[in-house]
């Protein structure tokens, strides 16, 4: 499995996790940045990250 295939099954299941992972992990945005695109608290914003790293980790690992 790879990062996409990860990412997708991530949309299929926690679709607003998504975007933030997306614009911190891979456009490398400020958290003040995405928060400010998506229109959403930093803590929600952080908390958002958080998850969906941890899901698309346990999906690489296979789990």
Known sequence: MDL???LEQLE?????LVAPLVLRDL???SYEEIAG???IPA???K???HDAR???RA???GG
């Open 27 to 29: 456009c490398q945005l």
């Open 54 to 56: 941890r899901h698309v």
């Open 47 to 49: 908390s958002r990250i």
């Open 59 to 61: 999906t690489l690992d």
């Open 4 to 6: 996409l295939d990860a």
């Open 37 to 39: 695109h998506l229109n």
């Open 43 to 45: 803590g929600t914003l």
């Open 12 to 16: 299929a299941h926690r679709a607003e």
